[in-house]
């Protein structure tokens, strides 16, 4: 039996690599997958190494995480409980995928992750493995060990020699990649009490955010940027661009008290400046290019589209049925889009789209422009009035009327 564990070259998964080699007494592939977090990996392997990893893997995903995962997202406008841009939850797919991928490589027989029982990522680890491989087997260490507490946690590591880098103290739980961040725990736990301002990772308090608009502008293609501000690059660069943009100027945070899968809730602060931007431009992009109907029910499916991301159930059959749906109505939204951020808000100053927008000027003009054949007005209305004027509300309005002029 070999083990292939999803390595993050922490406390908590540096102490669990060493937990399995020593409890399973078999080989550890440490997986590390750059998803564009803050952390540095460049001292991964070698930590790995020293922890008793027989193989280390670390490997560079973010294009692909944002091509794959963030950018159906976006088409699908999803926003967990209408807030949360789902930037951790979007990764653990990919990264389940990835674990399996190599368990069959190396003919491992087991992959495991360091998320806790109480968690949203067991879950979502649990069920994306499942659907990938039913037989392939699942370790979470976190939950199966008896260490307690971070004190018990590093006392194992000291104990055992084993190298968990800076492993700095802090009261929050933080997880980070290319599109956004995740804080939770601590004084975040405190739903009565704002939150800290060292909760804040990566965007610039308001206030303290530039005097000044920044503008910016972002080109679409069949539903994805192509161009901001001019630049041009694959995705990671324009989202990484964006993000440090938008961050600068306090673009991007959001509080929620969020409904967890395992049935409770709990306060999370979440940062994802690009994403905040992208999903509120893209909208403005498909104001103008889709029709009336087409629009409304698009947006009727976010919520579903963003609970399937949540819930763990990326691999669903539902989920890729959505994409295509998703997918089609992409073909319109090719545009350009401009606006200006400025002490954390977003305003939008203009849009275009030659090719399949739908706005036309002579119709919406009330001067000297108008097109519209205002006669043909008042038979619309009365049409589409009819529904209502023979109904039992209509009836019994005018009975009540006659009555009460008696």
């Known amino acids: 039996m070999s083990i292939v564990l999803a390595y993050s070259g922490g406390l908590d998964t540096s102490v669990a690599l060493h937990w399995l080699k020593e409890r399973y007494q078999t080989d550890i592939i440490a997986y590390c997958a750059n998803v564009g977090q803050v952390e540095d990996l460049t001292s991964v392997a070698d930590r790995a190494k020293a922890a008793g990893a027989a193989r280390v893997i670390v490997e560079d995903i973010r294009e692909q995480f944002l091509a794959d995962f963030a950018m159906p997202a976006l088409a699908a406008g999803a926003a967990y409980e209408g807030k949360y841009l789902l930037a951790a939850p979007l990764s653990r797919p990919l990264i389940a995928q990835r674990l399996v991928d190599i ?64 492993s700095k103290s802090t009261p929050y739980s933080i997880d980070t990649n290319v599109w956004g961040t995740s804080i939770e725990c601590g004084e975040l736990d405190r739903i ?94 498909e104001e103008l290019v889709f029709d009336r109907e087409t629009f409304h029910h698009k947006r009727s499916q976010s919520d579903r589209y963003a609970e399937l991301v949540y819930y763990g159930y990326w691999f669903s059959d539902l989920r890729v049925a959505l994409d295509a749906y998703y997918e ?31 706005y036309d000027f002579t119709l919406a003009d009330y001067q000297d422009a108008d097109a519209f054949l205002h006669e043909a007005g008042a038979g619309f209305a009365y049409c589409w009035a009819l529904p209502l004027t023979h109904s039992s509300h209509s009836t019994e309005f005018v009975h009540n009327t006659e009555a009460g002029n008696r």
């Open 103 to 166: 368990a069959h490589e190396t003919g491992a027989d087991a992959v495991a992750h360091g998320a806790t029982g109480k968690g949203n990522d067991q879950v979502r680890f649990y069920t994306s493995v499942k659907a990938l491989n039913s037989r392939m087997q699942v370790l979470a260490p976190v939950i199966d060990w008896d260490l307690t507490s971070r004190g018990s946690e590093l006392e194992y590591a000291r104990r055992h020699g084993i190298d968990v880098g800076a």
């Open 192 to 285: 009565d009490l704002r939150p800290p301002r060292d909760a804040w990772q990566i965007t610039t308090e308001p206030q303290n955010a530039p005097d000044s608009p920044q503008p910016f502008e972002i080109n679409f293609e069949a539903g994805r940027p192509v161009a901001i501000n001019g630049k041009k690059g694959d995705l990671t660069t324009l989202v990484t661009y964006l993000s440090d943009l938008a961050a600068s100027h306090g673009v991007g945070r959001t509080e929620i008290l969020e409904s967890r899968i395992v049935g409770f809730k709990s306060r999370g602060i979440y940062e994802s400046p690009a994403a905040t931007v992208l999903h509120r431009a893209r909208v403005e992009l």
């Open 328 to 358: 089609s109505l992409s073909r319109r939204v090719t545009g350009t889009v401009t606006g200006e951020l400025y002490k954390g808000s977003i305003h939008f100053t203009g849009r275009r789209a030659e090719r399949f927008g739908r």
